[in-house]
């Protein structure tokens, strides 16, 4: 790309960050600096703008960069991530968002310790949405610098590695200076930006086929490299059986992950009621899905105008996809077209990873703050605001060390194994709370544990850390655990520890207690 569509490229990105300042520092100047400001935007988000908020979090550079990436790749087997993300909302829908928005005040912890003894499940709760989020966000981190190194040329390790550190340091300003109401905004900016710039190349991408679908996938198929086969399951998570459970693996991490993601709970705690919770589920549902019919689309335009060899030869992981595609859809390469459309979509995508980094660390430090300072302190919640802002920069920190780590993996499978730890780590403890009237704090503590630890360990023991081409070290081998996504094993044993802590306990479960938050939880009565 010449000096001066880079520029202008550099121009439009410089342009979304100076919007995010701008909305933090209206943010900061508004805000009263209390932990229900700081940690739910003082709850009085409408159900329309708390939806578009949903859909600009959930949105993140997987979807729009990596699984449009992984279908241009593999084709039918790709669209599972589309799938499963999509398919996750009617959990959230049916089991949490209103359930939680009546027990809960600001995090995960709240909903559980409503029943149960609070140090000890708060300590895990804590441990485990820290650990969760950061995960998420080195996802982010790895999109954005896939993105701007494509900008600078493709090869530029040094432009990925300043990129995860810039990005690191404007999440921190966000959240330290804004809380939830800046962020909120800045989610519901980016969420239009993103809806728009999808169904302008989504548009295109069918004009150059006359609308015709079959024409696409026709077309896609022939230039994939995979000839018929990349229409049909198997490809990517075919054959062997290990790929076999990987498939279902991930699809089971997926489809319960949404449900325990502390950025997507703490959503919940900004509007004033559960209906108007219930609501917002409705309104995202219904912006996300249609957003992911449209990466399933820019996946086969990207296939079908581009060819996978020119897709991997950019990125081995396929991350830059969409922003190859945009240049194609413009003209091509070294036209005006082509480069103005390219620094809008990268522009565009450059403002989905900001908004999601900062609503990931908010619900990350108020996990920290809210639930670990506010336990093993002495001080209780004094001081939490500020201990939440501290932890903003200790959570960047983290993300930015394992971003530059895992530049090379694709970010709608790093997304996928947050999923998985989320699913194992915080769905298990969320229900049995919920739903089952004899279960304990050590039946709690051991869910989270119980699901929190398999999952770490075996992603650690995987062929994604280890033992060939595309892992984080290729160059030694301790894969013991065949599958990639922990998922399938990590999740099971979530529920097994937590029934074997609670049957195991000493502890009499409160039927009192229980009654009170299964009232509260479906009228909302006593409910913040």
């Not at 065949?482 to 000493?506: C, D, K, M, Q, Y």
């Amino acid at each position: 790309m010449s000096d001066r569509h880079q520029t202008l490229t550099l121009v439009l990105f410089s342009a979304v960050i100076a919007v995010t300042l701008a909305i933090t520092s209206w943010a900061s100047r508004r805000r009263r600096g209390s932990p229900e400001e700081f940690y739910a935007g003082g709850r009085l988000f409408s159900p329309m703008e708390n939806g578009f908020a949903i859909a600009g979090d959930y949105m993140s550079a997987a979807s729009f960069l990596g699984i449009s990436g992984v279908i241009a790749l593999y084709g039918y087997d790709g669209m599972l991530y589309a799938v499963g993300f999509l398919v996750a909302w009617l959990v959230v829908l049916l089991l949490v968002a209103e359930l939680v928005r009546n027990c809960g005040r600001f995090t995960l912890a709240d909903v559980v310790t409503a029943r149960l003894r609070e140090r000890p499940v708060r300590i895990a709760s804590g441990v485990s949405s820290v650990t969760v989020s950061v995960l998420y966000l080195v996802a982010q981190m790895v999109g954005a610098g896939s993105l701007v190194a494509l900008l600078l040329g493709g090869e530029s390790g040094a432009a990925r590695s300043w990129t995860v550190i810039g990005v690191g340091a404007l999440m921190v300003v966000y959240v330290s200076c804004g809380g939830m109401r800046a962020t909120t905004w800045i989610q519901i900016v980016k969420a239009v930006l993103l809806l728009g710039g999808a169904v302008t190349l989504t548009v295109l991408v069918l004009l150059r086929f006359g609308g015709d679908l079959g024409a696409l996938l026709g077309a896609a198929a022939e230039r994939s490299g995979h000839g018929r086969d990349f229409l049909a399951p198997g490809l990517r998570y075919g054959g062997e059986w290990t790929h076999r459970l990987d498939f279902v693996s991930l699809g089971l991490a997926l489809v319960l992950g949404t449900a325990g993601l502390p950025h997507i709970l703490s959503r919940f705690y900004t509007v004033p009621t559960a209906r108007a919770a219930r609501r917002s589920v409705v309104w995202s549902i219904g912006l996300i899905g249609a957003f992911y019919l449209m990466t399933i689309v820019l996946g086969f335009g990207a296939a079908a105008l581009l060819g996978g060899g020119a897709v991997r030869t950019s990125d081995p992981a396929g991350n830059t996809a969409v922003p190859l595609l945009s240049l194609e859809l413009g003209g091509g390469a070294g036209s005006t077209g082509g480069s103005v459309l390219f620094a809008v979509v990268a522009a565009v995508a450059f403002a989905t990873i900001l908004a999601v980094v900062a609503g990931i660390t908010l619900a990350s430090s108020a996990a920290v703050a809210h639930d670990l300072y506010a336990s093993l302190s002495r001080r209780g919640t004094r001081g939490e605001v500020g201990v939440a802002r501290v932890a903003a920069v200790g959570v960047g920190a983290a993300a930015i060390g394992l971003g530059l780590l895992a530049q090379h993996l694709n970010v709608a499978f790093l997304v996928g194994l947050a999923f998985a730890v989320a699913a194992a780590a915080n769905l298990p403890v969320l229900l049995y709370a919920l739903f089952w009237r004899r279960f304990t704090t050590k039946g709690a503590v051991w869910a989270v544990y119980g699901g929190l630890v398999p999952a770490i360990v075996l992603v650690v023991f995987s062929p994604v850390v280890s033992g060939g081409a595309g892992a984080l070290f290729p160059q030694v081998d301790f894969a013991v655990f065949p599958l990639e996504n922990p998922g399938l094993v990590a999740i099971p044993l979530a529920f097994f520890f937590g029934w074997l802590g609670t049957v195991t306990s000493r502890e009499v479960a409160d039927e009192a207690k229980h009654a009170e938050t299964e009232v509260r939880s479906l009228t909302g009565a006593g409910a913040v």
